[in-house]
């Protein structure tokens, strides 16, 4: 596909090289407000964000949905977060009355949708969706020092393009209006190589299928951006708020 700067319906896959360094919930609290929502997370993971949200902000309820079901049902074991309800659905087919949510929220998820499944999946969002409901979709974009790490052992250059490319049309479609392209960075801080693999080699939603051989040099290009401070990076997002239409 190979659209780096491609702009469709007034947006754009990756931004400027310069963006302000922040943490997404602060991004997020820009862009949304909260107080009294109804939200449907989708691809919550181990529920970190929904954490944060259901902390931190005046959120109603959430609805956190994830496709792993091991961590789906370690999820389940979470017992101190009364607002939230663990579901175990994907974006494609969501368990949901129609109008039932405010807010619908895809945090670094939307490119692990199966690429056939993109379109209905934003047909379903549309569809619980209250009118003038938003949807959060924050996407990491292909590019860093990260990345070249990651990409050794999972080289998601296209999927992300596709994702960006059904963004596209939901909004060309008219199903959503974009409402803001945000881009920033955020600082991902590893203590060693070990926390790494755990983190993002040693995943029970993939199968990563990383030989020995791999292994070393996913290594060897991680301990190459040491830094004097530790393994610190700087990666690089694009936020696409749409609105109902």
Known sequence: MNMPHEKQSGMQIAGPDHQLVTNELVVLGEMLTFVGARVL????????????????????????????RIQH????????????????????????????FDIVILFKSLHHVPVALMDQSFAEMHRVLRPGGHVYISEPVFEGEFNEVIRLFNDEEVVREEAFAAIGRAVQTEQFQLAEE????????????????????????????????????????????????????????????????
Request: hydrophobic content about 45%; charged content about 30%.
């Open 182 to 245: 945000r881009f920033f960075r955020n600082i991902v801080k590893l203590a060693s190589f070990a926390q790494f693999e755990q983190g993002l080699i040693n995943v029970t939603h993939s199968e990563r299928n990383v030989s020995p051989e791999l292994l070393v040099r996913i290594r060897e290009r991680f301990e190459s951006f040491r830094k004097p401070e530790g393994f610190v990076f700087e990666v690089s997002n694009r936020v696409d708020l749409l609105v109902k239409s």
């Open 73 to 100: 049902a370690r999820n389940l074991e979470i017992g101190d977060l009364p607002k939230v309800t663990f579901a175990a659905f994907g974006a494609e087919s969501i368990e949901a009355p129609d109008a039932s």
């Open 41 to 68: 997370e989708l691809g919550c993971g181990a529920a970190e964000k929904t954490r944060l949200i259901a902390e931190r902000t005046g959120v109603s309820a959430i609805v956190a949905a994830e496709v792993d």
